[in-house]
């Protein structure tokens, strides 16, 4: 929060200072007035009672007014900070990137460009992009701290905000509204690319995967993928799955995760979840489907073949 | 002793302790002493059970992807910890103090309604058992002591326990309201001659301005569990937004409780201070009309200050900054008093007893609370700390920080008129100097991961630079405030036996709860003595300088 990388976060961070400025003025006030009249105002051996003081109206007075004044010209800051810090959204403005909370991963997807991909977002640096959030099923929350304010993703209540980041590289958030079992294996990354290296991105991963991979040994995984249950909750573009409950498979291999980051996407990760997703993320709604390692191997096969 | 108001004759004698001794007159009482302490008993258990959950749950996040709880496991317990800590231990410890001591007070036999008052009490007790026996019922809530629908809904939860959990707070918070119902009662009926409004001690004025919030703000609760369970179990859908219902009413809903809930939890905690600091500075309270007018700002405030616990929600801009403003204006009257305090402490002759100790401090860390709770009224930076670790050193510098520091200050303050002996001075040292250390040590760090991006509620974290040390610190805390509870515990029950004889006042306090002996007889008062101030025991003890003089129109009007 303190290292923002875009002109939201920044006037957040400043905000923030500035607000920690105030505080820690008011604080060592208090504490050190305390701790005078802690150290000034003891007991001495044999004193009598002290000389019986009700109050000196005047002086609350001013302990009532001074705050006052201190905490109208915050709000005053405030004001300006909350239109820097999340400027308001044209109207009828349709939003770049669709961003959807289910438990507990992330649909993250592209409406123009007609890219659909999961737990991370790509996005090109400097630029602002409006995000539309949705939640899926229970409330969850975007929040990635370098990149400015979080925000709920509530069923039945959409909302939308900008981001923007302004240096090309990946930035870490997780899910911020405690929404079941999993939430704390709930995180997301923004990926920012140069324009040109987004615009690449989104030409891949506009395209359908192919109909049948090329190696015998990945298209003997696409078959499981079809006989297995994989097909009735993923869908791979392009191909005879659909499905709409798990995460969009269709450039699985090209994400650098697995389970919302959860790990890192390698073939041996990538076995590993397949193999046994409850002992790697317990309660999540991937079961067990209890395959051979062969299987699982020309599964891996066809999934690295998905860029 | 004749124009004492007393409470109405009922047709059978009322079942009283009798003899004060026997396993029956615990279960049948309803005299006030006794159901107050043992509010406070029952409410301090509840704390260790709260407590060993915290420590369950600091341990499983000493470091990074650790194991020690399965995630289930750990929603369940902080679940159970919040809404442990909060509706079956701040709250009723603060009512057992209001329970035992606003009729001594102002100089009452009883409360108004003593059976009600036994009621409201084994509401608590019950409504408490219901919830735990979740554990063996299929499973405790798990939703977190907000409950946010629709994750409390059946399709996300299951189980039983979310049921337990709207049945138990329910129970406990109807005897809350009945609770709040009988103080006020008390209060404004059955004052001693001479007890008027103004001259009524602050802890009963904050009592009383608190159950007014508790009767505003309760049934807001009440109402919504009641939704709640019909979702669940008659298939309704208030909050279920899959059939229309919606998600964000549940928020409103509850933050419309639950923000005067934060003021429910802190008032009567100012009203300790408010005893315990001029006492022990031998001092009057600086500024008695500031002081309780402040309270009442607050209780006002409390109930338009709700929708900041939702502005990630997204309502809008308008909404955010009303909100926004309200809630940085309710940080004036909390200064106030902070600032009275202090003024009181001012040219006093202060004795650090432990109480004064707890009192003090609690002007540090509850300061610390404030102001972090004013930066969340900022509402950008509401927009980067909500819903993250800094959320939750923010509320336990305010509920421990705040309120566990004033119940410690009473403790130490009101258990000689309770017991009749003293509290042992040393442990007592050790306990507060446990407890200060490991309080700051477990909830300071705690602003920092929630800085750098740690959201709450999470079962475990992955292994980002200084984020394991910095939650082994607060873990290595949070067993200092352990072996702290164990020292007070060991003081309590070793003091009650063989504590030092207290005598009627041995603080020289002025209020009238230390005209009687401690403890006080079963009917309080043999005679009230005559009150013709705040300080009643000061004008008997200083006739030369009383209170009741009047003073220069200079000085604030003390009596009329």
């Given at each position: 929060?303190?290292?923002?990388d875009?002109?939201?976060g920044?006037?957040?961070s400043?905000?923030f ?8 003025g008011i604080?060592?006030l208090?504490?050190?007035l305390?701790?005078y009249?802690s150290i ?5 051996p044999?004193?009598g009672?002290p000389?019986q003081?009700?109050g000196i109206?005047k002086l ?5 007014v001074a705050p006052?004044?201190?905490l109208l010209?915050?709000?005053?800051v405030?004001f300006?900070?909350?239109?820097n810090?999340?400027?308001a959204?044209e109207?009828?403005?349709a939003?770049d990137?669709?961003v959807?909370?289910y ?6 997807s592209y ?10 977002i790509?996005?090109?640096?400097g630029k ?5 959030l949705i939640?899926g099923d ?6 990635i701290?370098?990149?400015g304010r979080?925000m709920?993703?509530?069923p039945?209540?959409p909302?939308?905000m900008y ?6 590289g990946?930035?870490?958030?997780a ?5 079941g ?13 140069t ?18 991979p ?5 298209l003997?995984?696409q078959?499981?993928f079809?006989q297995?249950?994989c097909i009735s909750?993923?869908a791979?573009?392009?191909?005879a799955?659909n499905a709409q409950?798990?995460p ?10 697995l389970a919302?980051?959860v ?8 076995a590993?979840?397949?193999k046994n ?11 067990n489907l209890r ?6 191997k020309?599964?891996?096969?066809y ?5 | 002793?004749?124009d004492?108001?007393?409470v109405?004759e009922?047709?059978r ?8 001794e026997?396993?029956i ?7 006030h002493?006794?159901?107050g302490?043992?509010?406070?008993i029952s ?7 709260g407590g060993?959950e ?11 992807n650790?194991?020690f709880l399965?995630?289930?496991a750990?929603?369940q317990?902080?679940?159970m910890h919040?809404?442990t800590?909060i509706f079956?231990v701040v709250v ?11 009729p001594?007070?102002?100089?009452a036999?009883?409360m108004?309604?003593?059976?009600l008052?036994?009621l ?7 409504g ?8 063996i019922?299929?499973?405790a809530?798990n939703a977190?002591?907000?409950s946010y629908?629709p994750l409390s809904?059946r399709?996300?939860?299951s ?5 337990y959990w709207?049945?138990?707070?329910l129970v ?6 009945a ?6 009662t ?14 009524l001690?602050l802890?009963v004025w ?5 159950s007014?919030?508790?009767?505003g703000?309760?049934p807001?609760l ?6 709640l369970?019909a ?6 859908h208030?909050?279920?937004?899959a059939?229309?219902g ?6 409103h ?5 639950g923000?005067?809930e934060?003021?429910i939890?802190?008032l009567?905690a100012?009203g300790i201070?408010?005893?315990v600091i001029p006492?022990?500075?031998?001092k009057p309270?600086?500024g008695?009309?500031?002081v309780?007018g402040s309270?009442v ?7 338009a ?10 309502l809008?801009r ?6 926004g403003?309200?809630s ?9 008093k902070i600032f009275n305090?202090?003024a ?9 007893t432990t ?17 972090s709770?004013?930066t969340f ?5 509401d927009?980067?700390?909500?819903d993250?670790y800094y959320?939750?050193?923010?509320m ?12 410690f ?9 309770m017991?009749g002996?003293?509290?042992?001075e040393?442990?007592?040292k050790?306990?507060f100097?446990?407890?200060?250390i ?10 920092f991961?929630?800085?750098m991006?740690?959201p709450?509620?999470?079962a475990?974290y992955p292994?980002l630079?200084?984020?394991?040390l910095l939650n082994?610190t ?5 067993f ?10 060991w003081?309590?029950t070793a003091s009650?036996?063989?504590g030092k ?10 209020t009238?709860?230390?005209a009687?002996t401690?403890p ?7 005679q ?5 101030s ?15 003089r009047?003073?220069k129109?200079?000085?604030?009007q003390?009596?009329q």
């Open positions: 929060m303190f290292n923002p875009s002109p939201q920044l006037a957040i400043n905000l200072v500035l607000t920690l400025l105030i505080a820690a604080f060592l208090v504490a050190g305390v701790v009249a000034c105002y003891r007991r001495k044999g004193q009672e000389y003081n009700f109206p609350e007075v001013g302990w009532t006052a004044v201190l010209g915050l709000f005053g405030t300006v900070g909350m239109g810090a999340d400027p959204v109207k009828d403005r939003p990137i669709i959807t909370g438990q507990w991963w992330w649909g993250v409406p123009q460009a007609g890219v659909i991909s999961a737990n991370e790509h996005m090109p640096a602002r992009m409006l995000v539309r939640g229970v409330i969850h929350d975007l929040w701290p370098r990149l979080k709920d993703m509530v039945g209540h909302n939308e981001m923007q980041a302004d240096t090309p990946v930035y870490i958030g899910c911020a509204e405690y929404c079992v999993q939430h704390s294996k709930m995180l997301i990354r923004a990926v920012v690319q324009p040109t290296e987004y615009d690449a991105w989104l030409k891949t991963h506009s395209a359908p995967a192919p109909a049948h090329d190696a015998a040994f990945a003997r995984g078959q499981l079809q297995k249950t909750c993923h791979i573009n392009g191909t799955a409950i798990g969009n498979l269709t450039h699985v291999a090209s994400r650098q995760t919302a980051g790990l890192q996407n390698t073939p041996e990760n990538m590993a979840w397949i997703p409850q002992q790697i993320k317990p309660g999540s709604y991937m079961p395959l051979t390692d062969d299987e699982i020309a599964l891996v096969a999934m690295e073949t998905l860029k | 002793m004749t004492i108001p007393l109405p009922t047709t004698p009322l079942p009283t302790l009798g003899s004060s026997g396993l007159s615990w279960v049948a009482s309803v005299d002493k006794q159901i302490i043992m509010y406070l409410s301090f258990l509840f704390f260790v059970v060993f915290a420590l369950l749950m600091r341990t499983q996040l000493a470091q990074p650790a194991t399965s995630p289930e750990y929603n317990i902080f679940t919040g809404t800590m079956l009723p410890m603060l009512i057992g103090f209001t329970t035992y001591l606003v001594l007070m102002i100089g036999r009883d108004a309604f003593p059976r008052n036994a409201s009490f084994w509401a608590l007790v019950f408490g058992l219901m919830l735990y026996y979740s554990f019922g299929g499973g809530p977190g002591w907000f629908a809904e399709p996300y939860a189980t039983n326990g979310l049921d709207a049945l138990g707070l406990v918070g109807v005897g809350t309201v609770a709040g119902i009988n103080t006020i008390t209060i404004w009926k059955l004052r001693a001659p001479g007890v008027t409004i103004r001259r001690p802890f904050m009592s009383l301005v608190n007014f919030l508790i009767i703000a309760l807001a009440n109402a919504s569990l009641v939704m369970l979702d669940r179990m008659l298939n309704a208030f909050f279920a937004p059939e229309s919606s998600a964000v009413l549940w928020q809903f509850f933050w419309a409780f923000h005067p934060v003021y939890m802190v009567p100012f201070i408010s005893e006492v022990f500075s031998r309270i600086f008695y009309a500031f309780a309270t700002g607050i209780a006002f405030l409390s109930f200050v709700w929708a900041h616990h939702m502005f990630a929600v997204g809008g308008p909404w955010d900054l009303i909100f403003a309200s940085m204006l309710i940080a004036v009257p909390t200064g106030v305090w202090i009181t402490m001012w040219g006093g002759a202060i004795r650090f109480s004064m100790l707890f009192a003090a401090s609690f002007l540090i860390t509850f300061t610390i609370g404030g102001i709770g004013v009224a900022v509402v950008p930076v927009w980067q700390v909500t993250s959320v939750v050193a923010h336990h510098y305010v509920l421990f920080g705040g309120t566990m520091f004033a119940v200050a009473g403790a130490y303050y009101w258990f000689p008129k017991t002996r003293l509290l042992s040393t442990l007592g050790w306990h100097s446990l407890t200060f490991g309080f700051n040590l477990t909830f300071f760090v705690q602003h991961l929630g800085l991006g740690m709450r509620r999470v475990t292994d630079p200084n984020w394991g082994l607060s873990t290595a805390g949070a200092m405030l352990g072996v702290a509870s164990l020292v007070f515990f003081n309590v009650w036996r063989n004889e207290a005598g009627d006042n041995p603080w020289q306090a002025w009238l709860e230390w009687t401690s006080p007889p079963i009917y309080n008062f043999d009230v003595p005559p009150v013709k705040r300080r009643p025991l000061w004008d008997l003890a200083h006739p030369e300088n009383p209170d009741s009047p003073r129109p200079k000085v604030e003390t009596d």
